[in-house]
T-cell receptor, first 113, second 116 residues
């Protein structure tokens, strides 16, 4: 069935360090993988995404890598800042007749000043 | 970017009553919208896919008679929680995408429902 697993559930880093969040997906039909940042009580905000024909994408301090063979994708945040503290969700878009986005369980990131 | 507006942002209702939540795409036409439910400290769980002019597609375990979805126009989808109970209290959030393939989902601001 359709499933997206995300690890870790909680991540605490010192300001300036890097943070890595990993996800795996089960459905090989997935072809689009967005990452969202959600602050408490707010809507998810897209921070970066990657499509299945690309292995890596970078946007300033944020990068995402995709391994289609292993069905893994990861979010990398470098030079973390306290304002990076939030819940991060990975997701996979399935396009099998109809289409829908399945979310991982989320990672609560704490960046300590 | 595209804007999705959700209303109301919060609502408190009595047990047994019904509540309607609206999701509007303000600057684009959304043939498909999605409804999610998010309990505290949990992920977004897809409830249903709302298709303009046709019946919604519900995820397994979601009661279609309890969560009524109507997508009567290309810019509006509504979710009605019927006969609400305290366990229906949650954060409900909609999203819409611009196209058919590989595209960003734009989220409404969410509705916090509290059933007392």
């Amino acid at each position: 069935g359709e499933n997206v697993e995300q690890h870790p559930s909680t991540l605490s880093v010192q300001e300036g360090d890097s943070a890595v969040i990993k996800c795996t997906y089960s459905d090989s039909a997935s072809n689009y993988f967005p990452w969202y940042k959600q602050e408490l009580g707010k809507r998810p905000q897209l921070i970066i995404d990657i499509r299945s024909n690309v292995g890596e994408k970078k946007d300033q301090r944020i990068a995402v890598t995709l391994n289609k063979t292993a069905k893994h994708f990861s979010l990398h945040i470098t030079e973390t800042q306290p304002e990076d503290s939030a819940v991060y969700f990975c997701a996979a878009l399935l396009n099998t007749g109809g289409f829908k986005t399945i979310f991982g369980a989320g990672t609560r990131l704490f960046v300590k000043a | 970017g595209a804007v999705v507006s959700q209303h109301p942002s919060w609502v408190i209702c009595k047990s047994g009553t019904s509540v309607k939540i609206e999701c509007r795409s303000l600057d684009f036409q959304a043939t498909t919208m999605f409804w999610y439910r998010q309990f505290p400290k949990q992920s977004l769980m897809l409830m249903a896919t709302s298709n303009e002019g046709s019946k919604a597609t519900y995820e397994q375990g979601v009661e279609k008679d309890k969560f009524l979805i109507n997508h009567a126009s290309l810019t509006l989808s509504t979710l009605t929680v019927t006969s609400a109970h305290p366990e229906d209290s949650s954060f409900y959030i909609c999203s819409a995408i611009l196209g058919q393939m590989n595209t960003e989902a734009f989220f409404g601001q969410g509705t916090r429902l509290t059933v007392v």
